[in-house]
């Protein structure tokens, strides 16, 4: 439905984005993930016709939009800052793009009405927006993206401002709406909990690139590079080399090869996953050096005896420098 | 054409403000007229008007902070029914001409005042017992009077936003009450205090018709001694050398006032102000409470509807009588000829100042980290330069330069003008600037062509804070003294010179036109004051 063919953009003479090519189906949600500054608003501006790349294009349901103004392109949009208008009443907010479609009055009625049910604010419509809580304007920017039913919907950080429970609420709220009304979506995100509760896929955006694209599933399961396990919160990383003989030689000592996944390259690293490690009478030598409780279990930092710091989960409290041993049941192997 | 519109603002200021300026600074350099202005330096007169101006400002300054200050802690700290009607009629006096809480000072305190009055008629006395019209005490209540409300918004605004906790913490580790405000209040509110303070300052030091009126012949202000100066000694430069003198304090005063003003935006860990207050509990607290904000409201608003009730004393025979063209009058037309004078200037003040403010605010409009933005940033400090210039000051650089046009009507409506122009860039730029293109996007992204964009987002924003401007305009016009003082004909005197001229008359029917020229001024005020307050978007700034 969209296509992002090759697209390259510049910001004050350094590459923004490089070559960036990724496709949307009809009714899916895709969220691009990535730390501030990698380009994810960019992107979305460059597909809503607010920006120009340098190179590539952008084509929707089989037309190329270079020349199409962002007024004539049919795709919604949720800002960061959600720009209600501060002139307009809720209902003159919504109804905005039903009137620039030349709607006729009983139909934008009805439609605003049955948008603003939708998003759980019936009986707003008279209201200020100025004086509305910040997760009432939410759903008032939300209820004016979806009114004048564009084809394809993408949000710009659009729960950034709100503290984490209700970002959570609103978020599973928010994907079962879209979903309802078979909604396609790009929702831009810095925070990883909130792209894989939301999507369907997830586009990771690092230093210029797409560096995973997949189901949160795959890319948990999977992640493509030390930088999306970091990003996901995999810290347990250590460099490692693959021997000619299956084994697989890092600073804690040798590993089976995993039985599947075997990046190739010189530069290899070892993911040992917290939950993949066990505590026995013997293993790798480690002191602990803080545990705390955290979901239900005790999570651990400890440090090796060959020096290496990892983080484990235990059922039980370990003691502060008491002196334990691992037993690593598996690594897998990603690419740096 | 975009830039020739630009310019309009510019080519007006430096016609009508730099060169009138210039003109005061060359009069005053001028080698013809060394010996009088030498005169300014050596006669000890002189030094003792700016040794009396310094002093009531001084004075002045320290009594309204002093006074104003607990009310700038209740409004902030507590929360209870009725404040924010209370503290919206505390500006009420502020926004008053200044002719009017002169008026106001006289019909409560003067000889032929209320209070006098009533106490002549209480104990049977011949002579008003309260003698302190033409004396330095009236000045003082009169200028409290009028700035009560500055010290009360910036201070109170500032300290609604200090998080409380600051000083429970400081009460956590063994401070008293006393000491914590003493160590810790006092310091983090010390900027917004001498903010204002400053700011009340500069007021004061400038101020014309409360000391021209309630000061009597023998007192005179810096301000006061150059409209004598040029206006009844036709002295011309000496008044140029005093102007010289007081611009010279005025712009350093100012100049540290917008440095301060930069401070006080930095952040404090400033928190909402919701969290902050909460409402009075124990009774000791209560009673305090209401007993200062009687005394407030008593003080701030007696003077005011002394001016109302007084107009009305005889039956609204004052009110007739300014339709009545005397023979004796001073006037030579009648009273009620100067509203008609006022709304005229007013009128055509509004269009211009209108007109130069939007083009003003627009070409200021550039984004802050645009390549424009230092010379942007320069424009508006210079388009702020009229509001650190005292209004007879503006008027004597009129005559001073633009002398030949004495005899026209536009010098009113030009110094009016100048006078308001910077009240309204104030009044449009943040909001020309707060349509955030994000707006103007999520328009686009709605369906909007640019023509509709501006069509349905420009242009209903930018009228109403126009009307704002329009409406500042307009109330500055009606209640401006200082300058028209000065450039005005006399045979088409406006309110404010209609009761300045009655108010120097004896006899108790030209004090009642006084009154009720004043009364009509007040009510046009306050319902300018009114419409600005309704067609504000968002929060009033200082």
Redesign the interface.
């Known amino acids: 439905m969209l296509e992002l063919v090759n697209i390259t953009k510049q910001y004050a003479g350094a590459p923004l984005l490089h070559d960036i090519s990724l496709t949307i189906h009809a009714g899916e949600i895709v969220s691009l993930l990535g730390p501030s500054g990698s380009g994810k608003t960019t992107l979305l501006r460059i597909i ?1 016709g ?1 920006e120009q790349p340098e190179q590539g294009e952008v084509i929707f349901e089989g037309r190329h939009l270079r020349d199409v ?4 392109r049919g ?3 949720m ?1 960061q ?1 959600l ?1 209600l ?3 307009k009443n809720v209902f003159e907010n919504v109804a ?2 039903l009137r ?2 030349g709607l006729a009055r009983a139909e934008i009625r009805a439609r605003v009405h049955e948008t603003l049910t939708l998003v759980g604010l019936a009986g707003f419509a008279e209201r200020d927006v ?1 004086n509305l809580s910040g997760g009432e304007q939410q759903r008032v920017a939300l209820a ?2 979806l009114a ?1 039913r564009p084809r394809l919907l993408m949000f710009d950080e659009p729960l950034g401002a709100l503290d984490r429970l209700l970002r959570e609420q609103l978020v599973t709220e928010l994907r079962a709406i879209l979903k309802r009304i078979g909604m396609t979506a790009l929702y831009v995100t810095h925070d990883q909990d909130e792209a894989f509760a939301m999507a369907d896929r997830v586009a990771i955006l690092h230093a210029t690139r797409i560096v995973q694209l997949g189901t949160p599933a795959e890319i948990y399961r999977a992640p493509a590079n030390t930088f999306v396990a970091q990003f996901l919160g995999l810290t347990n990383l250590f460099p490692a080399r693959q021997r000619d003989d299956g084994t697989v030689e890092t600073g804690l000592g040798e590993f089976a090869l995993p039985p599947t996944g075997h990046p190739g390259g010189p530069s290899v690293y070892a993911l040992i996953r917290p939950e993949r490690v066990r505590i026995s009478t013997t293993g790798i030598a480690a002191q602990v050096e803080e545990c705390v409780f955290r979901a239900g279990k005790y999570r651990a930092r400890v440090l090796t005896a060959q020096g290496a710091r990892m983080t484990i989960e235990t059922e039980n409290a370990l003691a502060l420098g008491a002196t334990i041993h691992l037993h690593i049941q598996t690594i897998e192997l990603i690419q740096e | 054409m975009r830039y020739f519109l630009y310019a309009l603002p510019i080519v007006f200021l430096v016609t009508f403000y730099f060169y009138p300026l210039g003109a005061i600074l060359q009069t005053s350099f001028a080698r013809e007229n060394a010996r009088a202005v030498a005169e300014v330096f050596t006669d000890p007169y002189y030094a003792r008007v700016l040794v009396f101006t310094i002093g009531q400002a001084t004075l002045s300054t320290l009594l309204t902070v002093l006074i104003a200050l607990p009310a700038a802690y209740i409004f902030a700290r507590y929360d209870f029914r009725g404040a924010a009607l209370l503290r919206a009629m505390t500006t009420l006096p502020f926004v008053m001409p200044t002719i009017v809480v002169a008026t106001a000072f006289s019909a409560l305190l003067g000889p032929r005042g209320s209070i006098n009055l009533a106490l002549m008629q209480l104990f049977q006395l011949e002579q008003p017992p309260l003698r302190i019209m033409h004396t330095l005490t009236i000045i003082l209540l009169a200028h409290i009077f009028y700035n009560f409300t500055v010290v009360l918004r910036i201070v109170g605004g500032f300290w609604s936003n200090l998080d409380p906790q600051l000083e429970h913490a400081a009460r956590v580790l063994g401070a008293t009450r006393a000491r914590a405000f003493w160590h810790i209040t006092l310091p983090l509110l010390a900027p917004a205090l001498l903010a204002a303070a400053l700011l009340v300052f500069i007021f004061n030091f400038t101020s014309f018709g409360i000391i021209l009126i309630l000061g009597g012949a023998r007192l005179a202000t810096l301000e006061v001694e150059i409209y004598r100066q040029t206006v009844n000694l036709f002295n011309l430069p000496v008044a140029a050398t005093l102007s010289l003198i007081q611009l010279i304090c005025t712009f350093a005063l100012t100049l540290i006032y917008t440095r301060l003003q930069a401070r006080l935006a930095r952040p404090l860990r400033l928190r909402p102000q919701t969290t902050v207050r909460r409402p009075l509990a124990r009774a000791r607290e209560k009673i305090v409470v209401a007993l200062y904000l009687a005394a407030m409201v008593l003080f701030l608003m007696t003077p005011l509807v002394s001016i109302v009730v007084a107009s009305f004393e005889d039956g609204g025979s004052y009110y007739a009588e300014l339709f009545i063209n005397r023979r004796d009058s001073i006037m030579y037309v009648p009273p009620i000829e100067a509203v008609r004078n006022s709304l005229f200037f007013a009128s055509a003040t509004v269009i211009l100042a209108a007109s130069l403010g939007l083009i003003a605010a627009y070409s200021l409009e550039q984004r802050q980290h645009s390549r424009m933005s230092v010379p942007v940033r320069l424009l508006d400090a210079v388009y702020m330069l009229p509001l650190g210039t005292s209004a007879v000051t503006l008027g004597f650089g009129f005559i001073l330069a633009l002398g030949g046009w004495r005899a026209s009507i536009a010098l009113v409506i030009l110094a009016h003008t100048l006078v308001a122009f910077p009240f309204v860039v104030r009044a449009i730029l943040p909001i020309v600037r707060s349509i955030a293109p994000r707006l103007r996007e999520a328009a686009q992204m709605l369906g909007a062509s640019p023509e509709r964009v501006w069509r349905e987002i420009d242009l209903p924003i930018v009228t109403r804070a126009l009307l704002v401007g329009a409406v500042f305009a307009f109330t500055v016009s009606m209640g401006e003294f200082g300058a028209t003082m000065l450039v005005a004909r006399p045979d088409l005197p406006t309110i404010p010179m209609a009761i300045y001229r009655v108010l120097a008359q004896p006899g108790l029917a030209n004090f009642g036109q006084a009154l009720a020229l004043s009364t009509i001024l007040m009510g046009v005020t306050a319902l300018g004051i009114l419409a600005v307050e309704r067609l504000r978007v968002g929060e009033a700034e200082f």
């Open positions: 809503a607010l103004p962002p007024h004539r795709i919604g949009m800002f800052d720009a208008f501060p002139h905005f793009g620039m479609q100025n004016r993206a004048p």
